[in-house]
């Protein structure tokens, strides 16, 4: 098994992320440095991270977690803020935020000790659409949504084909439900700046067919068998 998959298997992060923990010759294969991608880890091998062995944990485990407002989505912060690790409280295994969502939007969080999972749902080249609900100041029309959907500069890029409805007027602010297959650093908001409104709230909702339904806020549940196997068909 090539030794970036060997990290992501072992449930420490994404297999993308182990691939920088390479390069950073944070790993070590039989007490020497391996900064090369190449290497395919044998079964006698011994796999060190930060000087620490690692082993794959065949309990693979798949939450999701309603994300409020204020939780970073990383396993730890070096300026000691609130992470969505904090909210897994009964957890007897390690598992790691698949794809992020900022600060101030909440909702619908994969959590995973599946290396290879979170690489099919976080590569483009799958196209897994994220669905969010969005509440922009002022009255977006019809026009606006077609702006989004046909695909909005966001500063030097023009984003992908998206979909957009209006699913509520509210007091000189406007509720939208729309879906985005990309993930530039805030995309949802940028695209809304770009048709003239600013999001005031926003909440991600379902994640291709996954839905985040009447989980609390700051609550989690494992997937069911269902949905597991829907993610193993991606």
Not at 14 to 42: C, H, P, W
Not at 100 to 123: P, V
Not at 133 to 141: D, E, F, K, P, W
Not at 180 to 209: D, S, T
């Amino acid at each position: 098994m090539r030794l970036q998959k060997y990290i992501a298997s072992c449930g420490i992060t994404s297999r993308r992320n182990a691939e920088e923990l390479i390069r950073n010759k944070r790993v070590k294969i039989n007490g020497v440095v391996m900064d090369q991608m190449g290497y395919t880890v044998k079964e006698d091998d011994r796999v060190e991270l930060d000087n620490q062995l690692i082993k794959i944990d065949e309990r693979m485990v798949y939450i999701v977690l309603n994300k409020p407002v204020g939780y970073i989505t990383t396993v730890s912060d070096e300026q000691d803020r609130p992470t969505v690790m904090d909210l897994l409280t009964d957890l007897d295994t390690r598992v790691f935020p698949v794809g992020r969502l900022d600060n101030n939007t909440s909702g619908l969080l994969i959590m995973t000790n599946d290396g290879q999972m979170s690489y099919k749902l976080t590569h483009p080249k799958h196209k897994i659409y994220k669905t969010y609900l969005a509440m922009v100041q002022g009255m977006i029309t019809q026009g606006d949504i077609e702006k989004l959907t046909r695909g909005v500069d966001i500063g030097g890029y023009i984003t992908a084909e998206a979909f957009a409805k209006i699913t509520e007027y509210k007091q000189n602010c406007s509720i939208v439900e729309i879906k985005i297959h990309e993930g530039k650093n805030r995309q949802v908001r940028r695209m809304f700046k770009a048709v003239g409104h600013k999001v005031i709230e926003l909440e991600r909702i379902a994640l291709g067919e996954l839905k985040l339904g009447k989980l609390k806020s700051g609550h989690y549940r494992k997937l069911t068998k269902q949905e597991i196997d829907y993610l193993q068909e991606i």
